[in-house]
T-cell receptor, first 111, second 116 residues
Framework: GEDVEQSLFLSVREGDSSVINCTYTDSSSTYLYWYKQEPGAGLQLLTYIFSNMDMKQDQRLTVLLNKKDKHLSLRIADTQTGDSAIYFCAESFTRDDKIIFGKGTRLHILP | GAVVSQHPSRVICKSGTSVKIECRSLDFQATTMFWYRQFPKQSLMLMATSNEGSKATYEQGVEKDKFLINHASLTLSTLTVTSAHPEDSSFYIC????????????FGPGTRLTVL
């Protein structure tokens, strides 16, 4: 079945690294995504990774994929107050296929 | 990046009335639009996929007669919640995918519906 699990909350001190973890069950998923949702706003695609990759880096963001364990993580380096948001892990079989979302991890930044 | 707008951003209505939510792609043509529903502290649940000029495809468990979707043009899709009840209160989010592309979905800011 299709299921994406992630913890609901994470607190990190400003300047530290944030690591948000996600597990998924559908081994046929080809695309794995991280979306950011700020209060009262829609979802913004942060990054995505193909299932044949194990890492993708984009500025402060690093995505790690362990396909064997079906584990995906998002690392945000030098976390800033503007990173405070809900981060959704998501998967799809193809880019055209429907996207299955996790429940989201609320990232709280401590001063 | 591409911009998707929703109107209204918030709506409060009485039980039994119908509410229409608009989703517009502002700077691109969207052949496909998606409607999601988000409960507090819950994931986004896909309700239906609409392709311009054809009937929407609803996900299992979503009542097509209650959630009417129209995608009459390449830049506009509407979701009408008919005979709304308090349990329909939720955050409704649309997304759009650009024409001729398997590009990512661009999400609207969402509409908060409260049914009294």
């Amino acid at each position: 079945g299709e299921d994406v699990e992630q913890s609901l909350f994470l607190s990190v001190r400003e300047g530290d690294s944030s690591v948000i973890n996600c597990t998924y069950t559908d081994s046929s998923s080809t695309y794995l995504y991280w979306y950011k949702q700020e209060p009262g706003a829609g979802l913004q695609l942060l990054t995505y990774i193909f299932s044949n990759m194990d890492m993708k880096q984009d500025q402060r963001l690093t995505v790690l994929l362990n396909k064997k364990d079906k584990h995906l993580s998002l690392r945000i380096a030098d976390t800033q107050t503007g990173d405070s948001a809900i981060y959704f892990c998501a998967e799809s079989f193809t880019r055209d296929d429907k996207i299955i979302f996790g429940k989201g991890t609320r990232l709280h930044i401590l001063p | 990046g591409a911009v998707v707008s929703q109107h209204p951003s918030r709506v409060i209505c009485k039980s039994g009335t119908s509410v229409k939510i608009e989703c517009r792609s502002l700077d691109f043509q969207a052949t496909t639009m998606f409607w999601y529903r988000q409960f507090p502290k819950q994931s986004l649940m896909l309700m239906a996929t609409s392709n311009e000029g054809s009937k929407a495809t609803y996900e299992q468990g979503v009542e097509k007669d209650k959630f009417l979707i129209n995608h009459a043009s390449l830049t506009l899709s509407t979701l009408t919640v008919t005979s709304a009840h308090p349990e329909d209160s939720s955050f409704y989010i649309c997304s759009a995918r650009s024409r001729g592309s398997t590009d990512t979905q661009y999400f609207g800011p969402g509409t908060r519906l409260t049914v009294l």
